[in-house]
């Protein structure tokens, strides 16, 4: 069954300091993977998505993630993260008609 | 950049009563249109697909009847929620794709049902 999970509920972090955020998945064929970001009561704004080619993909806002096939993962980085990043981030995967949310990481970050 | 609108941004309705949310692409044909709903602290979960001039296509669990989806043209979907009541309170948010556009989102209705 295809399915994304994101492991970590919450995660609090101090500015400027490094973030990772965890996505795992499972899916039979070669997956298109998208990281979301949604600020509260707002919908949702990709940050990057992988289909093919380089596996380290670079996004808006200073985030970048490495697909890695061996580990069925698409982990979310930022080197130094801004209190303006507080907000949850979705991973997903999908084949081209529909996306597969995970449950989603919520972000704080402290002063 | 393509842009999605979804309206309203937030609705309250009484119970029984019929709301409507609106879904536009503004700079792009959108050929499929989805539409989520998402818990308080939860992910997003998809209700039904629709491509422009053909039916909503519903996952498993979403009642047809209650969330009627209209994809009437290349720039529009709405969704109506029939005779709501309170456990329909909820976010709903579409999502518009077209030809060389990725998944774009709406920024969401939040329903009240009193």
């Known amino acids: 069954a295809q399915s994304v999970t994101q492991p970590d509920i919450h995660i609090t972090v101090s500015e400027g300091a490094s973030l990772e955020l965890r996505c795992n998945y499972s899916y039979g064929a070669t997956p298109y993977l998208f990281w979301y970001v949604q600020s509260p009561g707002q919908g949702l704004q990709l940050l990057l998505k992988y289909f093919s080619g380089d596996t380290l993909v670079q996004g808006i806002k200073g985030f970048e993630a490495e697909f890695k096939r061996s580990q069925s993962s698409f982990n979310l980085r930022k080197p130094s993260v801004h209190w303006s990043d507080a907000a949850e981030y979705f991973c997903?995967?999908?084949?081209?008609?529909?996306?597969?949310f995970g449950t989603g990481t919520r972000l704080q970050v402290f002063p | 950049g393509a842009v999605v609108s979804q309206h309203p941004s937030r609705v309250i309705c009484k119970s029984g009563t019929s709301v409507k949310i609106e879904c536009r692409s503004l700079?792009?044909?959108?050929?499929?249109m989805f539409w989520y709903r998402q818990f308080p602290k939860q992910s997003l979960m998809l209700m039904a697909t629709?491509?422009?001039?053909?039916?909503?296509?519903?996952e498993q669990g979403v009642e047809k009847d209650k969330f009627l989806i209209n994809h009437a043209s290349l720039t529009l979907s709405t969704l109506t929620v029939t005779s709501a009541h309170p456990e329909d309170s909820s976010f709903y948010i579409c999502?518009?794709?077209?030809?060389?556009?990725?998944?774009?989102f709406g920024s969401g209705t939040r329903l009240t049902v009193v």
């Open positions: 999502s518009a794709r077209g030809v060389n556009y990725g998944y774009t």
């Open positions: 997903a995967v999908g084949p081209t008609d529909k996306l597969i």
């Open positions: 629709s491509n422009e001039g053909s039916k909503a296509t519903y």
């Open positions: 700079d792009f044909q959108a050929t499929t």
